[in-house]
């Protein structure tokens, strides 16, 4: 069926490390894909977005990459901090702004 | 933060109350959204208004009840709710509700426990 999911977890990191979270998509129709950042006690927070027309796009410290062939996103942060652990969605626009999330990747990043 | 703000933050409602939770949007956006959040599940879109007209319900059981009096309040009404709804309740908003790119903005979520 369609899904958008996570393949980890739970991603452990030290401080200064660069991350990547990995999402998994089923439906190639989709064309906009978003990253967000949900820290304990708070709402998804927006942190980068990409269209199905690009495969990269950058941000500060983050970076998305979109490989349409395999239906494989992944969210890159560069130089890990404390203040970046959170769980991490990514979310799938199929039709109008109905947004499919999938289930979460926590990132644990120690000093 | 992020212009969307949700009361109250914290709920604990017997099975036989009725409460409401409300949500506001500072953002001129026009269409506004009701996510659950549970433990260990994906977000799951319950409501969305454009316009103050609702245009999707995803199943939702009639003892949720939706409430848009115009497009910057959303209000979700409780009534005769089951322990199973004990979760995190989200408001989102978003420019439009259309295809394509429109980024949806949260608010910080109802912590809702059913007794």
């Known amino acids: 069926g369609e899904s958008v999911g996570l393949h980890l977890p739970t991603l452990s990191v030290q401080e200064g490390d660069n991350s990547i979270i990995n999402c998994a998509y089923s439906?190639?129709?989709?064309?906009?894909f978003i990253w967000y950042k949900q820290e304990s006690g708070k709402g998804p927070q927006f942190i980068i977005d990409?269209?199905?027309?690009?495969d990269k796009r950058q941000g500060q410290r983050v970076t998305v990459l979109l490989n349409k062939t395999v239906k494989h996103l992944s969210l890159q942060i560069a130089a890990t901090q404390p203040g970046d652990s959170a769980v991490y969605f990514c979310?799938?626009?199929?039709?109008?702004?109905?947004?499919?999330f999938g289930k979460g990747t926590m990132l644990l990043v120690s000093p | 933060e992020t212009g969307v703000t949700q009361t109250p933050r914290h709920l604990v409602m017997g099975m036989t109350n009725k409460k409401s939770l409300k949500c506001e949007q500072h953002?001129?956006?026009?269409?506004m959204y009701w996510y659950k959040q549970s433990a260990k599940k994906p977000l799951e879109l319950m409501f969305v208004?454009?316009?103050?007209?609702?245009?999707e319900n995803n199943s939702v059981p009639s003892r949720f009840s939706p409430e848009c009096p115009n497009s910057s309040h959303l209000f979700l009404h409780l009534h005769t709710l089951q322990p199973e709804d004990s979760a995190l309740y989200l408001c989102?908003?978003?420019?439009?509700?259309?295809?394509?790119?429109?980024?949806?903005?949260f608010g910080p979520g109802t912590r809702l426990t059913v007794l």
């Open positions: 979310a799938e626009n199929r039709r109008y702004s109905t947004l499919t």
């Open positions: 953002l001129g956006h026009n269409a």
């Open positions: 208004y454009s316009l103050e007209e609702r245009v």
């Open positions: 989102a908003s978003s420019q439009e509700v259309q295809r394509g790119a429109d980024t949806q903005y």
């Open positions: 439906n190639s129709a989709s064309d906009y």
């Open positions: 990409i269209r199905s027309n690009m």
